[in-house]
Antibody
Framework: QVQLVQSGAEVKKAGASVKVSCKASGYTFSSYNVHWVRQAPGQGLEWMGIINPGGGHTTYAQKLQGRLTMTRDTSTSTVYMEVSSLRSEDTAVYYC???????????WGQGTLVTVSS | NLMLTQPHSVSESPGKTVIISCTRSSGSIASNYVHWYQQRPGSAPTTVIYEDNQRPSGVPDRFSGSIDSSSNSASLTISGLKTEDEADYYCQSYDSSNHEEVFGGGTKLTVL
């Protein structure tokens, strides 16, 4: 079955960077995009960006341009999401999700809580 | 930039029908698919409707989706409400102008 397993919770200082991993299994890794979505405490879902694991092409939300980097390792079927220059407002649960061509996310990771402290 | 507007909350009794709307701020609602997600507290979202009106396997047919060009909105209809339907619901669509996916602000459904 399709599974996306994310790395564990992180606590970071403001100004630092955080890198979250998302290991895929149960399907052909290069055939599906991977979205990253975050959710601040008590807030709604925010789309961050998308990576095509086959070619590595990425698209980032304008709001996060310059601070967000998505990469992938095809040898381990893992995608990575890194946010730099962390601020308190980056405190959120970060989700990876497998993307279908029409844009919807059909399988989600369990989420990774990132807490940014000042 | 595209905005998808949802009611903050809705409530209804078990067995009844509820409709959650998602209004597109610019461009035609029919120009890009709308998808709907259910999120229970402490859990990741799951898809209840994709591509406007398609149900993933395992989602009961009490859940249905539609779009209305006259109001430029999409709707998620849940009939025969059950207490287990109590959750937050989010719509999602694509902003072609900047190549971004966009989520609505979410609607909290209370079944009481």
């Amino acid at each position: 079955q399709v599974q996306l397993v994310q790395s564990g919770a992180e606590v970071k200082k403001a100004g630092a960077s955080v890198k979250v991993s998302c290991k895929a299994s149960g399907y052909t890794f290069s055939s599906y995009n991977v979205h990253w979505v975050r959710q601040a405490p008590g807030q709604g879902l925010e789309w961050m960006g998308i990576i095509n694991p086959g070619g590595g092409h990425t698209t980032y939300a304008q709001k996060l341009q310059g601070r967000l980097t998505m990469t992938r390792d095809t040898s381990t079927s893992t995608v990575y999401m890194e946010v730099s220059s962390l601020r308190s407002e980056d405190t959120a649960v970060y989700y990876c999700a497998r993307g279908v061509n029409s844009g919807w996310a059909d399988n989600w990771g369990q989420g990774t809580l990132v807490t940014v402290s000042s | 930039n595209l905005m998808l507007t949802q009611p903050h909350s809705v409530s209804e009794s078990p067995g009844k029908t509820v409709i959650i709307s998602c209004t597109r701020s610019s461009g035609s609602i029919a120009s890009n698919y709308v998808h709907w997600y259910q999120q229970r507290p402490g859990s990741a979202p799951t898809t209840v409707i994709y591509e406007d009106n398609q149900r993933p396997s395992g989602v009961p047919d009490r859940f249905s989706g539609s779009i209305d060009s006259s109001s430029n909105s999409a709707s998620l209809t849940i009939s025969g409400l059950k207490t287990e339907d109590e959750a937050d619901y989010y719509c999602q669509s694509y902003d072609s102008s900047n190549h971004e996916e966009v989520f609505g602000g979410g609607t909290k459904l209370t079944v009481l």
